[in-house]
Each structure stands twice: as C-alpha cells, then as structure tokens.
C-alpha cells in the first residue's frame, strides 16, 4: 500500500481548514445579511409608524379618515410589499382604513396591540413571510385605532437566496482556489526538506564530509539542520577514531606477532640443543604476555566506554585507597630506587575497582618514566566543590605538542617509548574513560624542565 506524501496529507489539511473557514464565514455572512435585512426593515417601519401617529394626531378624526388620508397613501406609495391597516378599537366594522395590497388576513385582524410598539413575524395564506407593526393610537378627536403597518418580505428573502445561491456556486472554485495555493506553499516549505533527503542521500561511511546549510531556513528547520550536523560531526569524528584505532590495533598486534612469527621459524631452521629452544619460548612467552595485556586492555577499555556501564558507587576515603595501590608498586619502585610520597586526604563517590585501575595506570606510568633516585609524590587535594587526586614524577617533561595527544589510544610521545619499556599505549586512555564514566576528568601539567602531574579530579561529597 503506497503511503501518503508529507505534502499531500499538508495541502489535504490546508484544504480542508480551509474550507471549513470559507464554509463559517458564508454561514456567519449569511446570518449578518439576514439580520442587517432584518434589522433596516423593523427601522423602516419605526420611522413609518411614527410618521403616521403624527397624521392621525394632528389632521385626522374618525369621521373624515377616508377622505383625508392622502398623508398617509403618500406613505405606502410606490411600496407594492407595503400595507396599512386602521381599526376601530371597537364597533361591528372595526376596518376603518386599509392602504396597499389588500392583507384582510384573519391572523392579521387578530393581532393584539398596546401603546407600545410591537412586532409580529408570520406568514399568509399564500406562504409569504410578513412582518408586522402594531401599536395603539389616538385620532384628532381623541378616538383610539388600532394601527397594523405590515411589510411584505419577499423582496428581503429574494436578496438572501440570491446571496446564498452565489456564494454556493463560487464556494467550489473558491475552495479549488485555496487547494491550488496550499499545494504550492506546502511545495515551497518542504523544499528544505527534499534538500535534506538529496544530501542524506550522498552520506555515507566513507564520505562523512556533506553538511546542510542552514541559512534561509524557518527556525524549525535550522534547529534540524543543526542537530542533524552535529550528529554528522560525531558520526565523523567517530568513523574518524574508529578507522585510526584500527590501523592502529593493527600495528600493535602486527609487531609482537610478526617477532613470535620469525623466532619461531629462526628456531626451527635447524637443530637446537635443549637450551636454545627453551631462550625461545621463553621469549615468545613474553611476547604472548604482551598480547594478553594489550587483549585485556581493550576488552576493559571497550567496556567502561560504554554508557550503559554499570558502576558500584560507594564513598571511597581516598588516603586509604591511595595507600593500598601504593603497596602494590613498592618493589618496582624499590629497583629504581624511587620512592613514593603520599600526603592529603579526601572523600569521593567512585567505583573501587576503577578507581584502583586508574590509579595504578598512573603510578606505573609515574614509575616507568621517572628518573631513578627520584621520588614519585601523591596528592590529595580538596576543592570548593571537586577533589583532586594527582600523582607526580621529577622526570623531564613532555612536549608541548604531545599533550593533547597523551590520552588518544595507542598514542606515544616518543616513537617506541612505550612498547619499549612494556606498555602497550592504552593505560591513559583507559584513565580518560573511567574518568568520564564518573563523571569527572583527568588533567595533566608538564613544563618543560618537569615535573610533570597526572590529576584525577572527581565531584566532592
């Protein structure tokens, strides 16, 4: 089943609203006709009555009211819809003047009247609509007449079935009218959009580079193109990270495998005494002992770098922790004749394990780097709303230009430097990771001349 297209299902609603708009506006039209039609006739026949109270007042008694009723046959002629009836209060011929089309209705006779001036809306014999005036009056004499002033309202009805007629026969092109223009403005709207699609269309994992512009856009639409370009960036800098921490794994585990690879083919191009063959595995036994950490590095760093992470937060007294790691690396340190100075205390909401392995990576790095003799310093250091943890070396420093690098995967300052000595180049990233995990950071200070502090910074309790 084919689906329905954003613009069509927008010009549908547009149509349709707008319709419905045109639809209550000829309805409210027709009711405000209606009632101005309404309206002007009860006036007209207002000013009428007045005018006739006036004649009978003044010129005319009951015994000449039909030879001197000019002034009021000038009021109805020329009207055809317009009558006028007097009657007698009382007596057995009630009808003493009948001006206009002749309206000798029953319903019409019967109408009652008062002093006041009234309005009666009903219908003939012949299924016209009549509105009527009626109100008491005194003739020159003093006689009181009953005065019925009726107005035929064909003419009134004839205007508003001719409106509605017309607005009926123009609502249909009217409406294909506003049909034709929302399809055209939705096209317009959605032209960003089909832009969208088009460039969304050339992204792909090797081409990363498209970006969408955002200026000329609704601000609905910039907001998407902004969001969706950051994603690209991240999706970039992602693709970007994984395609260089792949050459680089690959590097890493090509060396130590290529080195097993020909120590072992060099052992077996001849005949060894027992001794040669035993140098050999006990190298490639380090070899594989390096490939293991390397292993295990990255299944460790994979997991914390995830966000679904589950952390065992528990309030840690750092100065404890610190010493317990410390143990740890006493005898490495004791052969470089360095040793290890810790000072300050604090309280922090962290993962003990990870905290212990970030520590550690730091202290072995601290070790490994340090001039022998020197000693390795720990700290431990309250802020306003934070506490820092760091760990320091009187090694030379680093560059400059290594700095933002350090905490890259696989990263080394210097070429070798950390395969050399053991490492396998993943320890400060594995740092960064547990850091970011909880939420804290890792900082680091190296001047030229040294020395150079690693610092773990986490919330305060």
């Known amino acids: 089943m084919k689906r329905n297209t954003l613009s069509l299902r927008l010009g549908l609603t547009v149509t349709l609203l707008g319709a419905a708009l045109v639809l209550l506006l000829a309805c409210l039209a027709v009711f405000a006709l209606d009632h101005e039609l309404d309206s002007r006739a009860r006036k007209d026949l207002t000013r009428k009555m007045q005018q006739v109270e006036h004649n009978l007042r003044v010129d005319l008694r009951s015994d000449d009211l039909g030879a001197r009723a000019h002034p009021l046959l000038d009021l109805v002629m020329g009207h055809d819809n317009l009558s006028l009836s007097v009657l007698a209060v009382a007596g057995r011929h009630p009808a003493l003047l009948s001006l206009g089309p002749a309206l000798q209705s029953q319903h019409l006779l019967a109408l009652e009247a008062d002093n006041r001036l009234a309005f009666h809306e009903w219908r003939d014999a012949e299924g016209r609509q009549i509105l009527t005036a009626s109100r008491l009056m005194r003739l020159r004499d003093d006689t009181p007449v009953k005065v019925l002033m009726s107005l035929e309202r064909g003419d009134d009805n004839a205007l508003l079935e001719a409106y509605l007629h017309s607005t009926l026969l123009a609502l249909p092109l009217l409406l294909l009218l506003i049909g034709m223009v929302a399809w055209k403005l939705v096209q317009r709207g959605l032209r960003p959009l089909r832009h969208f699609r088009r460039i969304a269309g050339q992204v792909s994992a090797q081409d990363l580079g498209h970006r969408l512009p955002q200026d000329g856009l609704p601000e609905e639409l910039a907001e998407l193109a902004r969001a969706i370009n950051v994603m690209l960036d991240r999706l970039d800098q992602g693709v970007s990270q994984l395609s260089q921490f792949s050459d680089d794994l690959a590097h890493e585990l090509r060396t130590p495998i290529g080195n097993l690879m020909g120590q072992a083919q060099v052992t077996l191009a001849r005949e060894r005494d027992g001794d040669k063959y035993r140098e050999a595995l006990e190298d490639s036994v380090e070899e594989l002992t390096r490939l293991s950490r390397i292993i295990n590095d990255m299944l460790f760093l994979a997991q914390v770098s995830q966000p679904q992470s589950q952390l065992n937060l528990v309030p840690l007294a750092l100065a404890d922790e610190v010493s317990r790691v410390s143990e740890l690396f006493a005898y490495s340190a004791e052969l470089k004749d360095i040793s290890l100075h810790m000072h300050g205390w604090g309280t922090a ?27 390795v310093a720990v700290g431990i250091e309250r802020l306003a709303n934070e506490v820092a943890i760091w760990v320091e070396n009187s090694g ?61 910074v986490f919330g305060a309790l």
């Open 396 to 456: 030379p420093g680093i560059g400059e230009a290594h700095l933002p690098h350090l905490f890259e995967r696989f990263y080394r300052a210097g070429a070798g430097r950390s395969r050399l000595e053991g490492g396998t180049g993943l320890g400060l990233a594995i740092v960064k990771s547990i850091m970011q995990l909880h939420g804290g950071r890792v900082e680091v200070s190296s001047p030229a001349c040294g020395p150079t502090r690693f610092t773990l």
């Open 349 to 375: 909401m962290a993962d003990r394990l990870m905290f212990q392995r970030a520590l550690s990576n730091l202290l072995s790095n601290a070790i490994r780097h340090g001039p022998a003799g020197q000693p």
